[in-house]
């Protein structure tokens, strides 16, 4: 192989790679994929102490999103520590009210028990997650549109 067949079959290749780039680029964007509560690079679902298990943790994963959000975007959006965990608490309990059962006193004592573990969640981020404010508020990607929804 001569080296100007070489250097052409490397440009060939990097642009084959560049035109790759640009098609997944196209196709993301067609296709409407982007970010939401539960698909970014910014949340990190339910934390709890290594060694402790709580029930409902993987239920509650989208509140737990959408709080870890609340407190990175908080000032962008000019909410307070306390209004980003009143809001967990009722996205905790919004997806207790969906839960099911066997009969009515099946779903009843899933819901109530669910509850209680969203109040125990909730103190929980109240007395120990002023820490998990600092340094945080002012993100850049908090005015991106799929954030405003996590809000909520």
């Not at 608490?89 to 839960?99: D, P, S, V, W």
């Not at 969640?121 to 340094?135: D, F, L, M, P, Q």
Request: include cysteine; charge should be positive.
């Amino acid at each position: 192989m001569t080296l100007a067949s070489t250097v052409e079959t490397k440009t060939m290749k990097v642009q084959l790679l560049v035109l790759c780039m640009m098609s997944l680029i196209v196709v993301t964007k067609q296709l409407g994929i982007s970010f939401t509560c539960d698909r970014n690079t910014y949340t990190d679902g339910c934390s709890v102490p290594k060694g402790i298990k709580i029930e409902f943790k993987g239920r509650f994963k989208p509140a737990c999103n959408k709080h870890d959000i609340c407190y990175s975007c908080m000032k962008t959006f000019g909410l307070s520590r306390l209004q980003c965990d009143q809001r967990f608490k009722k996205n905790m309990k919004g997806i207790c009210n969906t839960l099911g059962g066997k009969n009515f006193l099946d779903k009843f004592l899933k819901r109530e028990s669910c509850k209680t573990h969203a109040d125990i969640y909730y103190v929980a981020v109240r007395v120990g997650g002023a820490s998990a404010t600092k340094n945080r508020g002012r993100s850049r990607w908090c005015r991106q549109k799929w954030v405003k929804p996590c809000m909520q």
